[in-house]
């Protein structure tokens, strides 16, 4: 197609939701991928976070966008919705408790590396560390509402400012 990049990127996933009565249900998430070539950061694999106030399920929520970028990577989500949990003494309310953990792995080549920082980007790779995101929350608010707590636990140190280690994220869903 006349581009002037060659390159080849493959990636792979693998998830499941199980009922687990009388312990709520458990769903998770493994994926992983390798890109290679060497390519601007548009076309390497940025890791999705997201800048919103609302909870999103597939990416890491504090995690800003474009903050770091791979050529390979790997990752695992896991949600556990533990049902009613400590809400079981107010049966009326129906609320069901969640905890979530996901982690990142990445890495990225010197050749990606010095290709993008000599054009003035300046990204962060994980470089073999890890991201690991943890959170608890309230789900089944009036039916449709969830509120999300999420801490930021790895990497320890913070390397821009106004980067965050706790956020509260909402939600909803409506199910016909």
Do not use: C
Not at 62 to 74: G, L, P, S, V
Not at 110 to 124: A, D, P, V
Not at 150 to 167: A, E, Q, Y
């Amino acid at each position: 197609m006349k581009s002037s990049y060659d390159y080849v990127k493959l990636s792979a996933s693998i998830s499941e939701y199980t009922k687990l009565p009388p312990f709520g249900s458990l769903s998770w998430r493994i994926y992983g991928g390798k890109t290679f070539g060497t390519l601007p950061y548009m076309l390497l694999d940025v890791a999705p976070g997201n800048e919103l106030y609302y909870y999103n399920t597939y990416a890491f929520n504090m995690m800003n966008r474009w903050e770091f970028i791979h050529d390979k990577y790997a990752g695992v989500n896991i949600e556990h919705n533990i049902g009613r949990g400590v809400f079981r003494f107010f049966p009326k309310l129906k609320l069901r408790q969640l905890w979530t953990a996901k982690a990142l792995w990445g890495s990225l080549t010197s050749e990606n590396r010095s290709f993008n920082f000599k054009q003035g980007h300046n990204f962060q790779s994980l470089d073999d560390k890890t991201y690991l995101e943890l959170g608890t929350g309230v789900d089944n608010i009036f039916r449709v509402f969830r509120i999300d707590l999420v801490w930021r636990v790895l990497p320890s140190t913070l390397l821009k400012t106004g980067d965050k280690t706790f956020g509260i994220f909402g939600s909803f869903r409506i199910v016909f």
